[in-house]
């Protein structure tokens, strides 16, 4: 009993110095945030801001609101979107069987490793004609491209699993496929919806490549390129921009804090079969 207890203290010693090691990049952040500028180029750093100041999150209440309020309306724009397209994808494969439902999960697959540089010029191109370039329903489009392939496999993956017995009673009840899909299958697919909107949010705040590409120089930009603009040839505010950085994360991190009981029940299902 005592070399087990040894064990389970190294390997509880070990957890900490590997998460106190993979946390260190988020507590420079917040140093960095509290910083003042004079202090930013001491050698060596502090690890501790001595003489906090609150300038940089003064910044962000000033000029990042704006930047936040894009990137909220582009994420659940994009959730929205998303959903709408993946969920009735996932049953239609998981449940309905069409033919050519292999091929389509391979293709699937393969969108998933397109980089999304050249995508991000496919669009450009798209979206010159199409006037949808500087505009917030151009980003929601294009971040949703990066979010349904993904979103199809796990709906068809947990869709898998709902028991043919009540879809087979409630077409014996008159219900078609649709009625049968809104009434029976979304209500039990919840943790799947959380799983993909969670996702599908966290692409879309996070993503800096569309953003940079279809909305450079508009009058809606999301945080990524106001955090982009703090850096300059011969000006880079660091505390302003790390100061955005906690505030831009702030919303992601309580999202995953609250929905990571759904996101493991979504993300394995359909991974082990009765």
Do not use: C
């Amino acid at each position: 009993m005592p070399r087990s207890g040894n064990r389970t203290w190294w390997k509880t010693a070990l957890g900490l110095l590997l998460t106190a090691v993979m946390l260190f990049p988020v507590y420079w952040m917040l140093n960095v945030s509290l910083t003042r500028d004079q202090d930013m180029r001491k050698s060596p750093p502090g690890l501790f801001p001595a003489d906090a100041t609150l300038e940089g999150y003064r910044k962000v209440l000033d000029e990042q609101l704006p930047y936040l309020g894009t990137s909220l309306v582009i994420g659940l724009g994009t959730v929205v979107l998303t959903v709408a397209l993946a969920a009735p994808a996932g049953y239609a494969l998981a449940k309905l069987r069409p033919h050519g439902g292999g091929i389509l999960n391979f293709v699937l697959l393969t969108a998933q490793m397109i980089p999304g540089i050249i995508m991000a010029m496919g669009f450009y191109a798209i979206y010159l004609s199409l006037g949808l370039l500087q505009s917030v329903p151009g980003l929601i489009i294009a971040d949703s491209t990066l979010a349904v392939p993904f979103a199809v496999l796990i709906f068809t993956a947990f869709m898998s699993g709902i028991p043919g017995e009540l879809l087979q009673a409630a077409k014996t009840d008159g219900a078609g496929p649709l009625r049968t899909f809104w009434s029976i299958v979304l209500p039990m697919s919840r943790n799947a919806i959380v799983t993909v909107s969670l996702f599908a949010f966290l692409w879309s705040w996070s993503d800096f490549v569309f953003a940079g590409t279809l909305a450079s120089g508009g009058a809606h930009e999301p945080i990524t390129l106001g955090i982009y603009h703090y850096i300059g040839n011969n000006n880079q505010e660091w505390n302003a921009i790390m100061a955005t950085a906690v505030v831009a994360s702030l919303p992601a991190a309580v999202i995953l804090v609250l929905a990571q009981r759904y996101v493991a029940a979504g993300v394995t299902a359909g991974a082990v079969k009765d």
